[in-house]
């Protein structure tokens, strides 16, 4: 059941994450940004990770799209379709596709199939955040404040 | 069962190869940093998976990388957008490519 | 025990249905079970929906000194049949200009989002439909995708009402979601888990038999309630805090251009989120399942649930009768003035009463940490003295 899970999700990820680099209207492709996140989130919880897939869907859907969705409304409407497209990228990127599948099927896998674990719980991540990791917590607490004084005064009027 | 790890990654290139695409081809600084975020969340499906199939699955190092690197994109994706703002207002265009005050 | 025959009926109705699978293969019993879950969750709550819009409507008549619908069936109880007729034979209106495929996702959207909600609540002993590890989180998560389908909705139409509306209801609900979080945060951080069951679970226990440890008892599990339940209220887009789809000035806001079905299933989840906003508060504060008198504890779990639930419900029509419709910058005034700073306050006295031990002392304390800030806030924010008195003046 899981390998059809895989297919489906992989389908639906690739799918929208390809819509949200062709379509050629801003707000569809800010809506296939957010399908593309959430079939991340689902492949999250295939692996076990299921405490980083919610917070991947509520940092993404929840903020980041949201965010998105509002710049392209202030923006202005007429902005909102993209004309020019850089056929050039297009090549680089087959490029570095072509060169990554190249490299992960010439090495060894690691292991063939995934070790059983117990449950990553809650509890084990907020432990493991609190001693071994407090200090980067710190640090992303800091960056997060930053970025927050500094997008406001970003958008701050520039008249005052 | 769980699929092999072969396959997460090939998902995760494609994720991220197109990504590239989006930062790389398009000309409206939103989709630049669409394309961005999705090279991030590539990288993070990357991570989780190496700690799914990797030799210490007990300690949650990969999800560790993972959940600071969402919160690292969430800043991002913000001070990306108030910029996209800030230029919108002062030039009143988001297309990359006429931003060019700097070009020789 | 006779008690504990009814009050685990409805599990041991969903594994006698099971065992009639008991030869197939593990994933079949793994997807009937689920179906059994979600088909039992939105019986319960499509009657609840249907029951609640015709009682809202009566309750309401009383307040105001009217009867109420009462021409379909018994009472009017038949009401909500009616109207769901009515609403699946109408014509579905979608504007020529507008975004057909944004416009048609959008109702799914939000009711998916809304019903998914539900799924994390426990309802009673042993009956959590989707028993998570980081159920609270799954929860909020599920909850701000509706954000993004509001704003599907109003973008989709192309309708300048329903943009504004949109837009409205997008920013009162991304600066209440602030407090809503924030407020759960004392009792995770008291709990010391993010799963509804464990949360329910440390609420069981009863000083001297009778005053139960809901976290409701407690300073700042009291604060936290009220601030949550007034979060509740906003993100559900009720009385006062509806600006979104005020009548009177933008239509129906985001939902102006929908007709029919559509407009019912909006409808719809807004009530679902309602009862998923009301049960996560009666899971968070009002000790969930579980009795506030131990001697009453024989009636069964779900039943003390659902009262819970429809006593807030009725405090939701109730202050809709009563209070007029707030103004949208006093709605983010409160929400980033008042609200956010006593949420994290309830974190500081959460921590005050836990670090005191949990017994009068920390009791005191906690409530001492809220008062002192409350009146700080209140001083502070204090604008009556900007203004003059009041003179009236009258037509000659």
Known sequence: MNSVAFILIAILTLAAALA??????????????????????????????????????????????????????????????????????????????GGLIWAILKTQPLSIAAPPIEALTVRRIGEALMTSYVWPLQCVGVLLTAALIGALILVMNEER | MTPALHLFLIVSAALFCIGLLAALSRRHAIFILIGIEMMLAAANLNFIAFWRFGPQPQQPIGVMVAIFSIAIAAAEAAVGLALVLAVYRHYRTTNVDQLNQLKG | ???????????????????????????????????????????????????????????????????????????????????????????????????????????????????????????????????????????????????????????????????????????????????????????VMVVGALSPDAIVAAQSSYSFGFVPHWFVTTPWGAAAFVLFFVSGLVESNRTPFDVPEGESEIVAGHMTEYSGFKYATFFMAEYIGMFAISGLTVTLFLGGWHAPIHVLQFIPSYIWFFAKLSALLFVYIWLRGTLPRTRIDHIMNFAWKFMLPMAFTCILAAAVWHYMGRGLAGWLCSLAVIGIVYIALSILLDTRKRFATRTYRFAE
């Open chain 3, 1 to 187: 025990m006779s008690g504990d025959v009814v009050d685990q009926i409805f599990i041991r109705a969903k594994q006698w249905l099971l065992s009639w699978l008991a030869g197939a293969p593990d994933w079949i019993i793994q997807v009937a079970s689920s179906l059994l879950n979600i088909f039992a969750l939105l019986g319960v709550f499509l009657t609840l929906f249907a029951l609640i819009s015709v009682l809202e409507r009566k309750i309401l008549g009383r307040m105001q000194n009217r009867y109420g619908p009462n021409r379909v069936g018994p009472f009017g109880l038949f009401q909500p049949i009616a109207d769901g007729i009515k609403m699946l034979i109408k014509e579905d209106i979608v504007p020529a200009r507008a975004d057909k495929i944004v416009h048609f996702l959008a109702p799914i959207l939000i009711a998916a989002t809304a019903i998914l909600a539900l799924g994390v609540i426990p309802y009673g002993r042993n009956m959590t439909p989707f028993a998570i590890d980081g159920g609270i989180l799954f929860f909020f998560a599920v909850g701000s995708t509706t954000e993004l389908a509001v704003f599907m909705a109003g973008w989709g139409s192309n309708n300048k009402f329903s943009m504004l509306g949109a837009m409205r209801a997008i920013a009162q609900m991304v600066s209440y979601e602030l407090p809503l979080i924030i407020t759960t945060l004392p009792v």
């Open chain 1, 20 to 97: 949200a680099a062709s379509l050629p209207k801003l707000i569809h492709a800010a809506l296939s940004f957010a399908v593309t996140f959430v079939g991340v989130a689902a492949f999250f919880f295939l692996l076990g990770a299921e405490f980083v897939g919610l917070v991947q869907i509520f940092v993404y859907i929840g903020a980041v799209a949201v965010l998105i969705v509002f710049t392209i409304l202030l923006t202005g409407r007429d902005a909102g379709k993209d004309r020019g497209f850089n056929w050039g990228g297009v090549a680089i990127a087959i490029a570095v596709f």
